[in-house]
Each structure stands twice: as C-alpha cells, then as structure tokens.
C-alpha cells in the first residue's frame, strides 16, 4: 500500500517523495487567487477521473507527465487513489493560495463522503518549495487526524471565498477556526488584497509603489521572493508581473519607466525584450506619489475590473477593505 502526500507544487511533490516522507508525492497547485474561480462544472470535474478535461482543469495536470507515468497515477480521480493509499497526508504551506487548495480539497472530501479520519492535516507554518532537502528530511509538522468538524469548517469557508460578494469572507473573522492551521493568516491576507478606502489598491500594489518611490527602481526589486524586499506573498511571479503592468500601462499611471511588457511568456521567451523589461528603471509619477501619500485615489482616474475569489470588483461594484479599522466596505 502507498503512502500518499499531496502539497502544492511540483518541485516539493518530488522532494518530499525523495527524501522518503511518502511512498508518492502528487500537487495540486491551481491558482486561486487571482482571476475568476472555475465554475461548479470545472470545480466538479477538477478532481475525477480524467475523460473530457481540458488541461490545467485536472487535478494531476501539476504534476509532470514521466512523474504520473512512472507512479501509475495516470488519469486517476482523486477519491479513486484515495481508496488505494495506506494514508493520505496534506502537507500546504501558510501562503494564501495553498490554504485555499486546502479548504478546496477538503470541501470536495466533505461532499464526496470520504470519512475524515481516514486523512491526516500537517500544520506547516513554512513554505516548503526552497528548502533543502536534508533539513526537509528531518520535518517533523505537527499531524491532525482530521475529523468531520474540520471538513465543515473547510467547507463552509471555501463556499465563503466564492461567494458573489466577500461579506461571508469577512465573517470568517469572527468564527473559531482554531481546527485549521492557518486560518486568520489567510482571511486577513486576503482582505488586504480588496482596493483600500484610500489608495484604492490592494496591499500588494501598494508595496510596489513603497518600493519603486525611492525612483530608479528595476522591476524585480519589487517582485516577492526569497530574501526580497517585497514582504507580501498572496501572488506569485505572473501575478505580480501583472500587477505591475496594471500600475504601469493603466490610463493615468502611478509608475512610469516600464520600457517593455506586457508581462507575458512570450516577453520572457525574446532576450532583447526581455534584457529591456529587466533594466527598465521604475519611478512614481505625480499620481503615484499623492496616491502613495493617502490623497488621491487609483480609482478616480482608472477603471478596476479583476476578481478577488467569486467577487467581480468593478469601478461600479467596489467593495474596499479599511486597514485600520479591518472593516469591510460595501460600494456606494
């Protein structure tokens, strides 16, 4: 019988099952942050059997193909290979988006009738894609035999993220979450992302101006990353390329000197394109700098129109997040 560990991310899948923590290390690694959620038919055939599914809306489509040929897995649902592991182990880490796999997965459990005692929950508190793997060897996180409880909870704060609006979110942080391992980290995480009463950006964006005000600024200085200045860690690579075109390529930009873009694989594949982004030198233009200041607001003179999980935030349909008094602001 096979030891199973599911984490996000390929390259911690493969390390865990190297350095011998599981019999077979599998990701998933969908990104649910940014953009619109899957629907309920693509949230419903994400984790079954592969048939129809386009790629990138199967669970195994994370984890490399000489990896699912070589374990066998090929194709498998998710509760069918449940039903052939010895043990199944959830090893996410404290970032935003690995916590809502979590919630995800176990929301899918809860509706599939898996009994939850037969899955063991491991409180992370790091993220473990960087680390060594003679130290990975050794990490011993605290294990949760998980119970019914835990499913509902996951449950009720999956359906919350998909709500057409983020009051059900924002009620999470009143509710004992203790059962899960990162909870009030996320939610507030999260929160933080919605437009700001004053700036009208999330704290993200935010960050970037913090840091490109000094003036001269190369793009990945204000990127996230290992020993980085950029502390934030709800988006990743492309997603914070995409922040940073929106900052620099809207109708009235707060950042000016982004000489090439847009942030895109195809910039990246074309080395003249992608030397002149590296080296393009970043400042704060006037609005920039009052909307860094607190006296001006992004939204007056751009139009917003992203997703934060089921909510369609638009110029018209603005729902803002006040830091100080962590309160949630309905639009007007």
Known sequence: MTRLILTTGSSAAGALEQVGLGDLGLAINRRLVSGPLPSDAELEAYFAPRTTQPYDLHWLDDTPPWRREKSGVKDRGLIELFAECESVELWMGPEPNAQLILLWLLDH???????????????????????????????????VRLTQDHLELAGRAWQAYRAPAPQSWFELLEADLSLLPQPGQCVVGLLEELPSVTSGLGATEARILELVAPGEVQPFDVFPGHQKRNERRVFHYWEVGALLDGLARCPVPPVSGLDEGPFSLDMHNDPRRHARYKHSRLSLTDLGKAVLAGSEDFRRHNPIDRWWGGTHLTSERLWRWDRDSHALVAPA
């Open 109 to 143: 459990c809860r509706s599939e009738g898996i009994a939850a005692s037969e899955l063991v929950m491991r409180h992370l508190d790091i993220s473990i894609g960087n680390i060594d793997s003679q130290r990975l060897a050794k990490l011993d996180p605290p294990a």
